[in-house]
Every structure is written in structure tokens, then in C-alpha cells.
């Protein structure tokens, strides 16, 4: 393959180059072979990922042939380094703590994106637990927007992001327990869905989770579509599980919607002041809603209350105090604060002080608060919010050697997200227009409970009036 092609090909979607594959216009070797040729010659720039499986991958591309009738088949992926497990591989959290650890086994989402012709490339970086909105862990160091190496790409899927953005691979894994997902996307100029509260399993792992789904970072919401087809559907001992839809939802982003009622808004959730690039953004989509023929009203959810930060946090640092235990369980270490970031150690000793009770207090309290934010926003079909309150920002911005002080900044760097993990409700962010800065603005679109497929078939819309596939980083 010419050098230069082999340069362009992971900048096709995903879908395109399994299409390719079937067709026999390129190989699964070739594809597994350009997307390590790409690691090798930006990863030392970008810091994207931190193990790669090369001989495996490449084993794994020579058993794909033509004939192969999977979806994804021959398409290399990256796997983050949070989440689920991938046998015989390290997984850290990008955390001390966990040492050496490697799992026996592979996660749900790991055993569909293997079964769906997915070759699983390397894993990719990540903040110490998932905790920031950027990715600048001590253990591996941090990751790089390619749109500006001196910016974050976004965490916790970061690495991901990274990847993806910079044409390493062509599809990302990523999960978002507050943003994580949609953070990085916007950073990076991605599609990413954050999709509804059971809709992806964790098995076998956990039962289920009130903040955390897993899914994808992509070029296209097509391809956001064909994987949640993939990683949708109930694994045995799934405790609840959102309901699947009539139609695959690939099927969502073939034909325009209907004309939908759609809300507006740019107050956040938290008082802190919205970047006018990132508020443009969002009226302009907006306008451009209108013009396809939607209805778009401008109006403010009632989801700014001051105590909804102090109880997030609170239900989040026992979310990390479980992690910390269960990264000291198999290392055999103990959580001292020397094992860990500063931030990390905060959030670990608020969760370990906080009694049983406190905890299902503020269980009680965010769910009530969502029923009424729920039943708010779903008295329109879709929800049109920014993305982030500022432009990406530098890196060490948000260094966790600042504890608490860098959550704060987290929370004002990303006021839109987390509440949408707290309603359980899909979410998706748009790469809708580029910024004077160079830099990707994105939108965040909100879909009723389990509504993913009129989200997709909204945001195809929008892609194809505003196309941004196209669109690479200076330095790809």
C-alpha cells in the first residue's frame, strides 16, 4: 500500500473500512498494519496509548478474510484502560494502585466488540480512576489533543480520543460515568454518545451501575449507531436493563425524523460563566434545527439547585473509595496517600467517611432531583445544550496535584455532562462547527429516557447538513 494511503485509510469511518474489507479493496492486515504504523510514528506526541498488542493484532487480522460476514470485521479498536476487562491484559485505571494486575477474563463489551470482527489493538490512557475531564495521570503521564499537542483531549477518554482524532484507529471505546464519553469527543472533535442507563451491560463485573455506561468515540454517528447494535442487549444477572428498540438502531440513521420539538438552553447547572464560542455554537445549531424544520424553543430546565454539586460529590467519592478498595484488594496494597494523586486520596477519604446512611440520603435526594429535571426535558423530543463551558483547556490546567481545587474546575471546565448520568437519560456530543481558535466546538444533544433512536436519527440529520468527518487535526 502506498504510503500515503496507508496514512488516510483510518480516517475513513469505521463502517467504511469493514465495507472495504468485504469487499476485498483492503485487508484486515492492512487496516490492523496502518492503524500501528500510525501509533508508532504519533504516539510518542500524543501519549494516546499506554500497552499495545501488536503480534496479536496482527494474528487476529490474518484470520479475517473477504468472507467474513461480521460487522466490524478487520477493524482495529482501542480499548480504554478503565472498564471492562481484556484477558490477559493489564488494566491499571491509570492508578499505582493497581500494580501489575491483569484480568482472566474478558467483559461483556470486550467478548461483542471481539464478536463483532472488532481487533482489539492496544489500550489507550486514561486519568488515575476516571475521576477528571482531562487525562494526566502520574502513572502514565498525559495525553494530547492532536487539534493543539499543548491542550487536553478530554478524559476520562482521553486516550481514546486522542487516538481516534489523530487517524491511529478508527473507532475508540470509551465509558462516562459524568462525561466521559461525550467530554473527550467534544474536545477532539468526535461523535460521542453516552447512551441510557442499562442500555450496555457490565457484566459480568457489576449488576448494574446509576453513573457509568460504556460506548464509543467516533467519526460518524453512523458508526456510533452500528456499535451501540453491537455493545445493546441484556447479559445473564443484569439487574435492569433498558428496553431495546422496534428497529436496530443503524436503521435510525438512514431517512430524516420527523419534524421535533426541540428545547434550548446555555444556562448551566452550575453557576459558571459559558464560553461565547460554545453558546455561538449552540445557537447556530439552533438555527439550523429550524431550518430542517424543527420547532426550537429557548427555555431553562430546572436543574440549577445549589446543593446538587455537594451530593454529586459525595455519591462520587464513594463510587471512587469502592475502586480504591478494590485496586488494594488484588495489589495487596494499602490505600495510603502516598499510593495515589492528591485528588484521588481527597475523594477516597470523603467516601470511607461517609456512613451508609449519608450515602442513601443523597441516593434519595439526586434521584428525586432527576425525576423532576426527567420530567422537564421530556416534554420535548430532544434537549440542545453546549458541550464543555470553555474551550479545552491546557494542559495541567487541571492538575490533580491540586485536590478538591481541581474538581472544582472540572465541574465549572464541564457543567453539562454529569447531570445527564444522574437522569440516566442518552446524551450525545456533536462536532458541529470549528472554532476561530482551530479548536472543535461541540453541541450536546439530550434524548428522552431510552430514546436513543430518534437521538441518533436527529444528530444523522445534523451531520448531513453539516458534515465533519472531513475535518482532521493539523497534526494528523
Not at 478487520?74 to 500494580?99: C, H, M, N, R, S
Not at 446509576?210 to 455493545?231: E, I, M, N, P, Q
Not at 474551550?391 to 453539562?416: H, K, N, S, V
Amino acid at each position: 500500500m502506498p504510503e500515503a494511503t496507508a496514512a488516510d485509510l483510518l480516517f475513513h469511518p469505521a463502517t467504511e473500512l469493514a465495507d472495504m474489507v468485504r469487499r476485498g479493496d483492503v485487508s484486515a492486515r492492512e487496516l490492523v498494519d496502518a492503524s500501528l504504523e500510525r501509533i508508532e510514528d504519533l504516539n510518542p506526541q500524543l501519549n494516546a496509548f499506554i500497552h499495545l498488542e501488536a503480534d496479536e493484532a496482527r494474528a487476529q487480522a490474518d484470520a479475517i478474510g473477504a468472507d467474513d460476514d461480521r460487522p466490524f470485521a478487520g477493524v482495529p479498536i482501542a480499548i480504554k484502560d478503565i472498564g471492562p476487562p481484556w484477558a490477559g491484559k493489564p488494566l491499571t485505571f491509570g492508578a499505582e494502585l493497581f500494580g501489575d494486575f491483569v484480568p482472566e477474563f474478558d467483559g461483556a463489551v470486550v467478548r461483542r466488540f471481539k464478536d463483532a470482527g472488532f481487533v482489539l489493538v492496544g489500550k489507550t490512557n486514561t486519568p488515575e480512576y476516571g475521576i477528571l475531564p482531562v487525562t494526566e495521570p502520574r502513572r502514565h503521564g498525559p495525553s494530547r489533543n492532536p487539534w493543539d499537542p499543548d491542550r487536553t483531549p478530554g478524559g476520562s477518554s482521553g486516550g481514546s480520543a486522542a487516538a481516534t482524532a489523530a487517524g491511529m484507529v478508527p473507532i475508540g471505546h470509551g465509558n462516562d460515568g459524568g462525561g466521559s464519553i461525550r467530554i473527550p469527543a467534544a474536545c477532539c472533535g468526535l461523535v460521542g454518545l453516552k447512551p441510557s442507563r442499562g442500555r450496555v451491560s457490565l457484566a459480568p463485573t457489576l449488576g448494574e451501575s446509576f453513573l457509568v455506561t460504556d460506548g464509543v468515540l467516533s467519526r460518524t454517528v453512523k458508526d456510533t449507531a452500528h456499535s451501540l447494535d453491537v455493545l445493546a442487549g441484556y447479559e445473564v444477572g443484569d439487574m435492569a436493563w433498558a428496553p431495546p428498540p422496534d428497529r436496530p438502531f443503524a436503521a435510525a440513521v438512514e431517512r430524516d425524523p420527523q419534524p421535533m420539538r426541540i428545547g434550548m438552553s446555555c444556562l448551566p447547572p452550575i453557576e459558571t460563566a459559558v464560553d461565547p464560542a460554545n453558546v455561538e455554537a449552540v445557537r447556530e445549531t439552533g438555527r439550523l434545527l429550524e431550518s430542517l424544520g424543527h420547532s426550537v424553543e429557548e427555555v431553562d430546565p430546572p436543574w440549577q439547585i445549589p446543593e446538587l454539586f455537594p451530593i454529586f460529590t459525595k455519591i462520587w467519592a464513594v463510587g471512587i473509595g469502592m475502586t480504591v478498595l478494590f485496586a488494594s484488594q488484588i495489589s495487596g496494597r494499602e490505600p495510603t496517600q502516598d499510593a495515589m494523586e492528591p485528588l484521588s486520596w481527597e475523594l477516597y477519604r470523603q467516601g470511607s467517611q461517609t456512613s451508609a446512611y449519608e450515602h442513601a440520603q443523597a441516593m434519595v435526594a439526586i434521584q428525586a432531583y432527576a425525576r423532576q429535571l426527567v420530567a422537564f426535558l421530556s416534554s420535548y423530543d430532544a434537549f440542545l445544550t453546549p458541550m464543555l463551558a470553555q474551550r479545552p483547556t491546557p494542559i495541567g490546567e487541571m492538575d490533580p496535584g491540586l485536590g478538591m481545587e481541581a474538581f472544582a474546575r472540572a465541574g465549572r471546565f464541564t457543567p453539562f455532562t454529569a447531570v445527564l448520568n444522574v437522569t440516566g437519560q442518552p446524551a450525545i456530543s456533536l462536532p458541529i462547527d470549528q472554532g476561530e481558535d482551530g479548536l472543535p466546538s461541540a453541541v450536546q444533544l439530550i434524548g428522552r429516557p431510552a430514546g436513543e433512536w430518534p437521538l441518533l436519527a436527529l444528530s444523522a440529520q445534523l451531520e448531513r447538513a453539516r458534515p465533519w468527518a472531513d475535518r482532521r487535526p493539523s497534526l494528523a
